[in-house]
């Protein structure tokens, strides 16, 4: 089945640095991807939507200038935590659907297996 | 997008039928109801998927009345691997995931 791949699964940094998470789909191609945020015992907060070849969208409330998206090719989306402060630890998850399918809302989407952010 | 409510948690045995519950009474034409499950630490697994009347696979079956307020997720003779958190969302066409607070399942010996 389709796959969706998270690197780094887990990260610590120090406070003040940028951390870079990939989403990678390994199988097909995903003009869009979501990025979400789950805090402990919470559930999924989606955070932004990655378009490939634009800009990113970002949810009410989420800081575009902290949280950096790029999506430079059909198999790759990027999120860059900037100057990273310990509130911003988090389980960062993002999702892709083959957008060689043409999009229904019955279209599965995959998920990676998350990143644990922890910033000391 | 619909906002969907379910219980927040559930408790069940090894073994049992389990029955999930998600309300979504302001549900689009064209919102499907989609169910996904979720271990500690790992990024959500789709489980089911449907629109109307009843979808079944190899692990659960989906329930959606006709007025489509509301879902069932069924989840047949359970073990201690099923205990996780179940999402129901209701998405519409190429649109995004909005997870609501899921239902937490506790399956005991």
């Known amino acids: 089945g389709a796959v969706v791949s998270q690197h780094p699964s887990r990260v610590i940094c120090k406070s003040g640095t940028s951390v870079k998470i990939e989403c990678r789909s390994l199988?097909?191609?995903?003009?869009?991807m979501f990025w979400y945020r789950q805090f402990p015992k919470k559930s999924l907060m989606l955070m932004a939507t990655?378009?490939?070849?634009?800009?990113?969208?970002?949810e009410q409330g989420v800081e575009k200038d902290k949280f950096l998206i790029n999506h430079a090719s059909l198999t790759l989306s990027t999120l860059t935590v900037t100057s990273a402060h310990p509130e911003d630890s988090s389980f960062y998850i993002c999702?892709?659907?083959?957008?060689?399918?043409?999009?229904?809302?019955?279209?599965?989407?995959?998920f990676g297996q998350g990143t644990r952010l922890t910033v000391v | 997008l619909a906002k969907t409510t379910q219980p927040i948690s559930m408790d069940s045995y090894e073994g049992q039928e389990v029955n999930i519950t998600c309300s979504h009474n302001?549900?689009?034409?064209?919102?499907?109801i989609t169910w996904y499950q979720q271990f500690p630490s790992q990024g959500p697994r789709f489980i089911i998927q449907?629109?109307?009347t009843k979808v079944t696979n190899e692990v659960a079956s989906l329930f959606i009345p006709a007025d489509r307020k509301s879902s069932t997720l069924s989840l047949p003779r359970v073990s201690l691997s099923d205990t996780a958190v179940y999402y129901c969302l209701a998405a519409t066409q190429g649109g995004k995931l909005i997870f609501g607070q899921g239902t937490e399942l506790s399956v005991k010996p």
């Open positions: 199988d097909f191609q995903a003009t869009t």
């Open positions: 302001n549900i689009a034409t064209n919102d499907y």
């Open positions: 999702s892709a659907r083959d957008s060689q399918i043409r999009v229904r809302a019955n279209t599965e989407a995959f």
């Open positions: 990655s378009n490939e070849g634009s800009k990113a969208t970002y």
């Open positions: 449907g629109y109307k």
